[in-house]
């Protein structure tokens, strides 16, 4: 060996002990026994310190009695899966190491040493301390474990509140079935669908008679009461598939698909006789003038309401309690 080549390898030399003696990393070597156990032959100052290790167990010591067995497995299977495909290996490993309890964790990699003449097998390893960023890794999850769930409480309160909205949008508020935007929206859905299929539909538009005097004489809380009474007799006195709405302030109309001028006077007389038959201890029975009317060819939402508003006018001017249809 030249004199140039000793220089080179003496600073190689002292650039590993540099390493080696002040990386914050932990160094160790191992060296394989006959008996398939493995013995401490270097270890570097900062695994020393970490596990306190005596001079005796940092050198010339068996790991089997440095660790438990479970942990001891384990690293021995790793060791010689190491050795025996002779390639590095990289893994994640935690032990507890003093009396709080908590794990810590090391990123490893361990490299085999096979001596090509003695065929000695030995172990050379770098393990890094990364308990801080498991620390975080583990915080990270819990915050979003927690940020999930408050997405799903969110997500659940904005679907309710999405609900109730379109409740707002669709139903009257004290009586519960549908408000004027609703009805207005059912009114063009049926025209659209008579113009295009030829379908027929009937509408029937009803107020209270004498609500007034109910609100005068009893108070509008009263007149609640029979707005609210009136519009579920129209709910349970139709079918599934017929419409029913708050117009305004006492008068209802319902939309009544697939409809005859026989069918759509069955209907009034029945809603008629329904309401005569109802009692409240309130109010006095409940009546209505109520009108009657069906989808012509060129009617327009505007032209078929006018014709049940006129039909209804006119049921109340002839005494109220009354059925007038205008087809």
């Not at 021995?76 to 893994?91: G, M, S």
């Not at 009114?187 to 004498?210: K, V």
Request: glycine residues 4%; charged residues 30%; proline residues 2%.
């Amino acid at each position: 060996m030249n004199n140039k080549q000793s220089i080179i390898d003496q600073g190689e030399l002292k650039l590993f002990r540099a390493l080696w003696d002040h990386s914050e990393d932990n160094l160790f070597v191992v060296r394989k026994t006959q008996d398939g156990d493995f013995i401490t032959e270097r270890t570097n100052p900062s695994l020393v310190n970490l596990f306190n290790f005596s001079e005796k167990q940092d050198t010339g010591c068996s790991l089997k009695k440095l660790m438990p067995p479970d942990a001891y497995n384990a690293i021995v299977a790793r060791y010689n899966e190491c050795l025996d495909k002779n390639i590095p290996i990289d893994y994640e490993e935690s032990h507890i190491i003093d009396s709080t309890g908590i794990p810590q964790f090391w990123l490893t990699k361990i490299i085999p040493v096979i001596d090509s003449d003695t065929r000695e097998e030995r172990i050379f390893g770098i393990s890094r301390d990364v308990t801080k960023l498991k620390r975080i890794e583990q915080q990270l999850v819990t915050y979003n474990e927690k940020l999930e769930q408050q997405i799903e409480q969110r997500t659940r309160e904005l679907t309710t509140a999405l609900q109730e909205m379109e409740k707002i949008s669709k139903y009257d508020k004290l009586t519960k079935v549908f408000n004027r935007y609703k009805l207005d929206e059912e009114l063009e859905n049926q025209l659209e669908l008579a113009r295009r299929y030829g379908n027929s539909f009937g509408l029937i538009l009803m107020d209270i008679d004498n609500f007034k005097e109910i609100n005068d004489s009893n108070g509008h809380h009263i007149g609640d009461r029979a707005l609210i009474e009136f519009a579920n007799i129209l709910k349970t006195s139709i079918r599934k598939t017929d419409i029913v709405g708050r117009w305004g302030g006492d008068e209802f109309l319902l939309i009544i698909p697939n409809s005859t001028p026989e069918a759509m006077m069955t209907l009034a007389q029945a809603l008629k006789k329904e309401l005569a038959s109802k009692q409240s201890n309130d109010f006095a029975r409940l009546a209505s003038s109520i009108g009657v009317t069906l989808f012509k060819k060129h009617d327009t939402v505007h032209s078929i309401i006018v014709r049940a508003d006129k039909a209804m006018y006119s049921a109340k001017k002839q005494g109220k309690n009354s059925i007038i249809s205008i087809y």
